[in-house]
C-alpha cells in the first residue's frame, strides 16, 4: 500500500511557484520543494510519482 501523500498537488505547485518567481526556474529541486514545505523531497515523489527533465 503506497504511504499516503502528506501534501496536495496543489500546495507543492504553490510553492514551486513561489520558489520560481522569488529565486529562478534554475532553483527549482524536489528538495528546495521539500525544504519551502518543511519536508524532506520524499513527500513531493509520493505525490508526483513521474518526474521530466527539461534541458
Known amino acids: 500500500m503506497p504511504p ?3 501534501f496536495t498537488k496543489e ?3 504553490n510553492a514551486a511557484l513561489d520558489i520560481v518567481r522569488t529565486e529562478g ?4 529541486t524536489a528538495r528546495a520543494l521539500g525544504s519551502k514545505l518543511g519536508s524532506s523531497a520524499r513527500p513531493i515523489f509520493t505525490v508526483f510519482q513521474n518526474t521530466v527533465m527539461l534541458e
Open 4 to 6: 499516503k501523500a502528506k
Open 11 to 13: 500546495e507543492i505547485v
Open 25 to 28: 526556474f534554475e532553483s527549482l
